[in-house]
């Protein structure tokens, strides 16, 4: 069983950067696919970032992020950690929310999957983020 604890949040200045951790204190997440998702203030949970692990071994790992955070946000992984992380470049006020970590062993057909929260099995607190203007 994965049990993910993200840190990492907190309040910082527009323009700031922050690190988002996800370690896992069960099951290894070596061969599962992790993501990131976010809840803004009085909007439904969306969709941040994924790293797609590849069952065949050879395709190595496939990254996808939202429109809002594409080449601001990193997401990366250790197996030597057992965690994964979110650099976030370059905050904005609108950026601010609850950041949640996902994690599933599943392989999906098709990598819009991964896009959707209801693919994931495993769900961290959250930890809230907090950019000020």
């Known amino acids: 069983q994965v049990e993910l604890v993200e840190t990492g949040g907190g309040l910082v200045q527009a323009g700031g950067s922050l690190r988002l951790s996800c370690a896992s204190s069960?099951?290894?997440?070596?061969?599962?696919?992790v993501a990131w998702f976010r809840q803004l203030p009085g909007e439904e949970q969306e969709f941040v970032s994924t790293?797609?692990?590849?069952?065949?071994?050879?395709?190595?790992?496939?990254?996808y992020y939202s429109d809002s955070v594409e080449g601001r946000f990193t997401i990366s992984r250790d197996n030597a950690q057992n965690a994964i992380y979110l650099q976030m470049n370059n905050l904005g006020p609108e950026d601010t929310g609850v950041y949640y970590c996902a994690a599933t062993p599943l392989v999906y057909m098709s990598d819009s999957f991964y896009f959707r929260k209801d693919s994931y099995s495993a769900w961290g607190q959250g930890t809230q983020v907090t950019v000020s203007s």
């Open positions: 790293l797609i692990w590849h069952a065949d071994g050879a395709t190595s790992e496939t990254t």
């Open positions: 069960g099951d290894t997440l070596t061969k599962s696919s």
